[in-house]
Nanobody, 125 residues
Framework: VQLQASGGGLVQIGGSLRLSCAAS??????MGWYRQTPAKARELVAN???????GYGDPVKGRFTIYRDNVQNTVYLQMDGLKPEDTGVYYC??????????????????????WGPGTLVTVSS
């Protein structure tokens, strides 16, 4: 499984960028983005369930929007109102889930998590 991320770059304060991350395969569960900034350890930016329900880290609520295209297996992160503290490397992830029936009649879930290459976002003053 390979993830292809794109959309990072240099932008001025208050500007916008859109990140995208395309995945291969099927049985994709949730998708999302983390970031690594100079000031913090890796933190959740946003994630989205297979049903399209998004969740956001507190620093980006109200400014970022996550959405996905289940046909193209692509997750997008629309970033508006960018601030210098948003500067960092953004990593997408994709979680695959499959459920396998067991001899006893139960169903066992199998999970695989994949990370995309980081994409650098720089917000300058």
């Amino acid at each position: 499984v390979q993830l292809q991320a794109s959309g990072g770059g240099l932008v001025q304060i208050g500007g916008s960028l859109r990140l995208s991350c395309a995945a291969s395969g099927s049985e994709i569960n949730d998708m999302g983005w983390y970031r690594q900034t100079p000031a913090k350890a890796r933190e959740l930016v946003a994630n989205i369930t297979s049903g399209g329900v998004g969740g956001y880290g507190d620093p980006v609520k109200g400014r970022f929007t996550i959405y996905r295209d289940n046909v193209q297996n692509t997750v997008y992160l629309q970033m508006d109102g960018l601030k210098p503290e948003d500067t960092g490397v953004y990593y997408c992830y994709v979680r695959y889930m499959r459920y396998v029936g067991q001899p006893d009649g139960s169903v066992r879930p199998y999970e695989n998590l994949y990370w995309g290459p980081g994409t650098l976002v720089t917000v300058s003053s």
